[in-house]
């Protein structure tokens, strides 16, 4: 009964392989997220789609792709995995046509070796 | 885009103080100004929000203040307990703007 969930909650991988996290929700929400929180705990937007549709692409390598099956699910890939890429990504959604309140799933600490 | 700046970055309070974070925006069009609590190992929970429209809003022992003309916004705990000990983090946006710009946060602990 998770609200938004993301898989897998801890990932440890080799700088230069490739890895996706991916995300759902069960609210029936438009608008899902991409965070990304660094070591400092601050939290920055990466992505964000409503109804399927890119609205949000904020300065973001292109070795971060982000993929919206269905309004249910935003899915994260990202390539050619480098060092600076290790922090712990948020997925969320929220219920509006604008922003308001963010529902965060649990997180996905990734580590780059 | 939006500049968010909040402070402290740290606070420890006594369990029963009152603890007080503040928080300045850049955007004078930004009008959705929340809360959220970050515990340990969890995501960000929204536990209050405050629009440009009031200027106080209280929920127990929280309280969230807004000055649209100084672009300032603070929240207020009350009578703290150790469960407050957290990360808090501010944020604004706009009305019709998706993307709402996060402050640096503020971990907030709590002595028994």
């Known amino acids: 009964d998770t609200a938004v969930s993301q898989t897998p909650k801890y990932l440890v991988t080799q700088m230069g392989n490739d890895k996706s996290i991916k995300c759902e929700q069960n609210l029936g929400h438009d608008t899902m997220y991409w965070y990304k929180q660094d070591s400092k705990k601050f939290l920055k937007i990466m992505f964000s789609y409503n109804n399927k549709e890119l609205i949000i692409n904020e300065t973001v390598p292109n070795r971060f792709s982000p993929k919206s099956p269905d309004k249910a699910h935003l899915n994260l890939h990202i390539n050619s995995l480098e060092l600076g890429d290790s922090a712990v990504y948020f997925c969320?959604?929220?219920?509006?046509?604008?922003?308001?309140?963010?529902?965060f799933g649990e997180g996905s600490r990734l580590t780059v070796l | 885009g939006e500049n968010v700046e909040q402070h402290p970055s740290t606070l420890s309070v006594q369990e029963g103080d009152s603890a007080v974070i503040k928080c300045t925006y850049s955007?004078?069009?930004?009008?959705?100004f929340p809360w959220y609590k970050q515990e340990l190992g969890k995501g960000p929970q929204l536990i209050i929000d405050i629009r440009s429209n009031v200027g106080e809003k209280k929920d127990q022992r929280i309280a969230v203040t807004l000055n649209k003309t100084a672009k300032h916004f603070s929240l207020h705990i009350t009578e703290t307990q150790p469960e407050d000990s957290a990360v808090y983090f501010c944020a604004a946006s706009g009305t019709n703007d998706y993307k709402l710009s996060f402050g640096a946060g503020t971990t907030v602990t709590v002595r028994a």
């Open positions: 955007d004078s069009a930004s009008n959705y």
């Open positions: 969320a959604s929220s219920p509006g046509s604008w922003g308001g309140e963010l529902f």
